[in-house]
């Protein structure tokens, strides 16, 4: 999906990460950076064809140091959160991205059994196809 590459693109762009994004899981590294797609449902359909989809997400930070572990958590959704239209560009302009926002605020997570902090936060993206 176009719209998740450039969502990690935008965020390696403008936040001082710990390490590099993954897609999926953890990685097994001390420091790590994941963002992986949960299930929704959301989409709506409009008489001209067109319809707007929402791409669920969640964004996983892994630290030992725990401080490091919330501030890139915390400068993610800060980033995320802020972001409009105009902030994410798609290649197929036959879709435009609306806005992303958290829904589920950056929490704690565990501690690992290698003393690894693991913070998580939320997020729903919205992107619209544009109809006929």
């Known amino acids: 999906m176009e719209l998740l590459d450039r969502i990690i693109d935008a965020i390696t762009a403008n936040v001082q990460l710990n ?3 993954t897609v999926g899981v953890l990685s097994k590294k001390t420091k790590s950076v994941a ?3 949960l299930p929704n449902t959301m989409r709506n359909a409009y008489m001209d064809k067109g319809r707007t989809y929402r791409l669920s997400f969640q964004v996983l930070v892994k630290d030992k140091d725990q401080p490091e572990a919330i501030r890139v958590i915390n400068e993610i959704t ?3 959160d802020s972001l409009t239209n105009d902030d ?8 435009r991205f609306i806005a992303c926002e958290v829904y589920t605020m950056p929490n704690f997570v565990e501690k690992t059994e290698h003393d690894e902090y693991i913070y998580t936060a939320l997020f729903n ?3 619209e196809m544009k109809g006929a």
Do not use: G, Q
């Open 125 to 127: 993206a919205e992107y």
């Open 35 to 37: 963002i992986r797609l």
């Open 78 to 80: 800060e980033f995320l």
């Open 19 to 21: 390490a590099n994004i």
């Open 88 to 95: 994410i560009l798609l290649s197929d302009h036959c879709y």
